[in-house]
């Protein structure tokens, strides 16, 4: 078991950190935060030409034919800048969806637009607070969508949606082309206006079976738990920059004549952040390995990520704003960009009551 990041994957994470710094800066987000843009066009663009967006999908579909490992360095590095693209909802899900149970003509089809970037997709399977197989209410009959799925991520600028609608055998996923028409979808009003969602509506839209009737539940599992350990590496990133902007703020704020980092109850603060991020570090280190070496093992080692990801951001985006104190919240600072990233990734795939019903099953099954 080895937790070290490869040479090529260390020179990958030098790579998105400098575009990154280039693109996702703390106003480039602001200027998202404060217009009605779905997402950062440009920051998207520049992520298909370095080829970011084809990093786990097979060559044979146009894919750079890498791993799960290099996808979570770029996580780490993305969560870290708040970078606001689809990239989550379109290649740590979907595409994900794609690989394991299209057909090879929708394969053939789809993952090479994503590719490249010509494509958006995302998932729609939340229903009225849940998201589980049992609350599908969305129809499915003769291929044809009615009802309504919300929230669903980047569901305002995607053009390609994966449904879980209920058929004649059970709850099925189908693809659904957003810009085909029998489809509505507006706005839903959420923390974080960096990364928009949407409620989508089927009127009678044509949708096209995604591997086999009846076992669409399945596959949203079984796809959860790689896209948690993936997420996971996001909220340590974000969670990382959080901690550095406290400990930076402490350093140059003054208060009584000497920086406020000074005071026992500062350093506290940042100590038990530090903690935090390095569990939550850990936990997605062992998922990624998981993922990559011992899928028997991800169930768990996901559940645990998620857990301590969930955690470790929420903890180090709000203690950010306390040590900045009256100035944390205001609009035009940065530490509730943060806060609401958390807010938003927490809200992803169910929050962590969720996860820890996971990680105790995962692990009694284990006992």
Request: proline residues 2%; aromatic residues 8%; glycine residues 10%.
């Amino acid at each position: 078991m080895n937790f070290k990041f490869s040479q090529d994957q260390e020179m990958m994470r030098d790579s998105a950190k400098r575009l990154l710094a280039d693109l996702s800066t703390y106003a480039a987000v602001h200027k998202i935060l404060d217009s009605d843009a779905t997402h950062d066009a440009n920051l998207w663009k520049q992520m298909a030409e370095a080829g970011w967006l084809s990093t786990a999908i097979p060559e044979e579909y146009g894919g750079a034919g890498m791993g799960y490992l290099e996808l979570a360095v770029l996580a780490e590095e993305m969560g870290k800048a708040l970078a606001c693209t689809p990239f989550a909802s379109s290649i740590y899900f979907a595409a994900e969806l794609i690989k394991a149970a299209g057909s090879e003509s929708q394969k053939t089809t789809y993952l090479p637009k994503l590719a490249m970037g010509e494509s958006i997709a995302t998932v729609a399977y939340a229903e009225k607070g849940r998201i589980d197989a049992a609350g599908v209410q969305v129809k499915a009959q003769g291929g044809k969508l009615t009802g309504t799925k919300s929230p669903v991520a980047d569901g305002l600028c995607a053009d390609l949606v994966i449904v879980s609608a209920r058929d004649d055998q059970g709850v099925s996923l189908y693809l659904v082309d957003l810009n085909a028409g029998g489809v509505s979808r507006e706005p839903v009003a959420t923390m974080d206006r960096t990364r928009k969602q949407a409620r989508l509506t089927f009127n009678g839209a044509q949708g096209e079976l995604l591997g086999q009737a009846g076992q669409g539940g399945a596959l949203l599992d079984a796809a959860s738990y790689k896209v948690a350990a993936l997420l996971a590496f996001e909220q340590v990133g974000g969670a990382q920059d959080a901690m550095e902007m406290a400990t930076q703020y402490a350093k140059e704020r003054y208060a009584f004549g000497r920086p406020i980092g000074s005071f026992q109850a500062i350093k506290h603060r940042i100590a038990d952040m530090f903690v935090k991020v390095e569990m939550a570090r850990s936990s997605a280190y062992y998922a990624a390995w998981a993922l990559e070496s011992a899928p028997e093992k991800l169930h768990q080692a996901a559940s645990a990520a998620r857990v301590m990801g969930i955690d470790a951001y929420s903890f180090a985006a709000q203690e950010n704003v306390q040590i900045h104190g009256g100035i944390g919240f205001t609009w035009e600072a940065n530490p509730h960009l943060h806060m609401k990233r958390a807010k938003h990734l927490e809200s992803l795939l169910g929050g962590g009551i969720v996860w820890r019903e996971r990680l105790m099953r995962s692990m009694e099954a284990a006992a």
